[in-house]
């Protein structure tokens, strides 16, 4: 599957960005789907994940309560809606697919198939 991320930018502190992510390739349906961020000099770390129907969704404790995680599996889509951003919210953003995982944020930051990134930035 192919991935592209979509919907970065720079953005005010307490501002909101959505995030895209758009599968082409095998059905959709058939991944578990997730979002990771890079800061500079950091690690990737996991932000949000959704499970095959989008009937369970995870999130890392820095983003709960501001950011939702859905997806589309007519458009093969998966989203992020970030809300109250917050300066250390910047990073390049990644969206990541897998057959066999789901993206719960209790393992390290592997994935099958990754998105080219996105970079949001959020100014104070």
């Known amino acids: 599957v192919q991935l592209q991320a979509s919907g970065g930018g720079l953005e005010q502190a307490g501002g909101s960005l959505r995030l895209s992510c758009a599968a082409s390739?095998?059905?959709?349906?058939?991944?578990?789907m997730g979002w990771f961020r890079q800061a500079p000099g950091k690690d990737r770390e996991f932000v949000s994940g959704i499970t095959l129907n989008g009937g369970t969704t995870y999130y890392a404790d820095s983003v709960k309560g501001r950011f939702t995680i859905s997806r589309d599996n007519a458009k093969s889509t998966v989203y992020l809606q970030m809300n109250s951003l917050k300066p250390e919210d910047t990073a390049v953003y990644y969206c990541?697919?897998?057959?066999?995982?789901?993206?719960?944020?209790?393992?390290?930051?592997?994935?099958?198939?990754w998105g080219q990134g996105t970079q949001v930035t959020v100014s104070s």
């Open positions: 390739g095998r059905t959709f349906s058939l991944y578990a």
């Open positions: 990541a697919a897998d057959t066999t995982r789901e993206f719960t944020g209790r393992s390290d930051a592997q994935a099958k198939y």
